[in-house]
């Protein structure tokens, strides 16, 4: 076991499993280490619900493209937790070493001398250590969850906000409805700092507007003061600035033209000479986001496919996920057809029928699988079960690999499609590529 998932194994059986959203260990902790978070590059700080990975990714990629150094902060992990702290480098960016992690573990952890926190809080302050030990020139910090009471929140003036597209999840800590998920997110909102806003359901936007009009906070909104659309197989960006033409993302899916979007009106009100068209475009070309509409490639999973298959993840786990995906699989569909295998594992958490719904009609079969190790998993029987109401062929599989020859017997050759879990999908890439899992599963991933 590496030192560092020791150190973080130790954090979790010693301080809060449970989330719980405030602010107050947050701040003790950062002054015990001297304010760090006073420190920080300009900070592009990014909340929302979909599409938070696909934007960061997009915003790295055209920096880095302009020869920039930035940091990212990003959450959950999917198979080790330096994934989390990527520190910017001249040429590129690198994930944190496993010597400095630990290092900077065990020293939150002797500064916090055995006093409640929770895991993210305290995660969360050692990443800030690492952002200011090493210069850079901006910071890409996404929120853990909700906003205004994440242990992020804490940065008193980002260079800009951004919000990506806001739907139902984990509604025991935000909210049930819109208007107070979107209250919530909306708390990354300070006094005259920029907001960047991506589209956003009718209620969740007015909420949003309200918010920001209460900060005095000036927002560029979606379909407003700019607009992002696929025509003639380009991206067209429009804003006041004017019109660019760029190439599609790299990122499939529709719903990439949005994350993009946001991306690239947040890289044009940063106002950065240094970021021109051609930038955005290269970073456009380039950016990628494991486990987000990921065609895998070679790997040992194919061991129990046909070669002619396809074999695609995605760690979506909410209703607009659901949409996002059924939608994206439908047009591929439309362009080369293949029978769907759909290979899905939930948690008990989320919403199950609105994740399955929008495959009705498109999936040829659904099997299901229990998420190995985690305790909040949901039977595979269950989830068989939400598939079989929605018209579904459905059958449950004991692991991964049962699911994956399950999904061979199918022909012709099928297009077999992981999804329904970050934490399914951290283990899927596990096991393809033969890495070690972090030893940091259920509430400490978040």
């Known amino acids: 076991m590496a030192v560092s998932d020791a150190i973080l194994k130790r954090l979790l059986s010693l301080h809060p499993k449970i989330i719980d959203l405030k602010l107050d260990r947050m701040w003790r902790i950062l002054e015990r280490l001297g304010n760090p978070q006073s420190e920080l590059p300009p900070v592009l700080h990014v909340a929302g619900t979909n599409g938070k990975g696909s934007t960061v990714a997009y915003l790295r ?9 930035v940091h990212c902060y990003t959450s959950p992990h999917l198979v080790k937790f330096h994934e989390r702290i990527r520190l910017g480098r001249e040429g590129g960016g690198e994930l944190i070493s496993e010597a400095e992690l630990s290092d900077l573990l065990a020293e939150c952890a002797a ?3 055995g006093e409640p926190i929770t895991f993210f809080e305290i995660t969360t302050a050692a990443a800030f250590l690492a952002f200011t030990r090493h210069p850079a020139d901006y910071l890409v910090l996404e929120v853990g969850l909700g906003g205004r009471l994440d242990a992020t929140n804490v940065v008193a003036r980002p260079r800009l906000s951004i919000i990506t597209t806001i739907d139902y999840d984990h509604q025991q800590y935000l909210g049930t409805t819109l208007t107070e998920i979107a209250r919530e997110k909306a708390g990354i909102l300070k006094p005259m700092v920029p907001a960047v806003i991506a589209p956003q359901p009718d209620e969740a936007r007015a909420e949003i507007e309200r918010c920001a009009e209460a900060e005095r906070a000036p927002l560029l909104i979606a379909n407003q003061d700019w607009q992002a ?3 003639h197989g380009r991206l067209v960006y429009q804003d006041e600035s004017g019109l660019l033409d760029l190439p599609l993302p790299q990122l499939p899916g529709r719903h990439q033209i949005d994350n993009a979007g946001t991306a690239i009106a947040a890289l044009r009100q940063l106002n950065d000479k240094r970021i021109g068209e ?5 970073g456009l070309k380039i950016a990628t986001w494991p486990a987000r509409m990921q065609r895998l490639g070679p790997g040992n999973l194919w061991s129990f496919v046909p070669k002619d298959a396809e074999l695609w993840l995605d760690g979506g786990h909410n209703p607009s996920a659901g949409r996002a995906l059924a939608r994206a699989f439908s047009e591929l569909n439309d362009r080369v057809s293949r029978p769907l295998v759909l290979i899905w594992g939930m948690l008990n958490t989320k919403a199950t029928d609105d994740f399955i719904a929008p495959f009705a009609g498109l999936t040829h079969r659904v099997v299901t699988l229990t998420i190995p190790e985690e305790e909040n998993a949901l039977p595979a029987r269950e989830l068989a079960e939400a598939a079989r109401r929605h018209g579904m062929s459905a059958e449950t599989a004991d692991s991964l690999e049962d699911a994956l020859r399950q999904a061979a017997q199918i022909t ?5 499609l992981i999804a329904g879990s970050l934490y399914l999908a951290g283990r ?3 096991q393809h590529s033969g890495e070690a899992m972090s030893q940091v599963t259920g509430a400490g991933r978040r």
Do not use: F, W
């Open 278 to 282: 051609a930038q955005i475009a290269q």
């Open 111 to 113: 500064v916090n001398g």
């Open 61 to 69: 990629s055209a920096m880095e493209a302009a020869g920039l150094s």
């Open 412 to 416: 012709p050759a099928p297009r077999i």
């Open 229 to 231: 659309y696929e025509q």
């Open 428 to 430: 899927v890439l596990a």
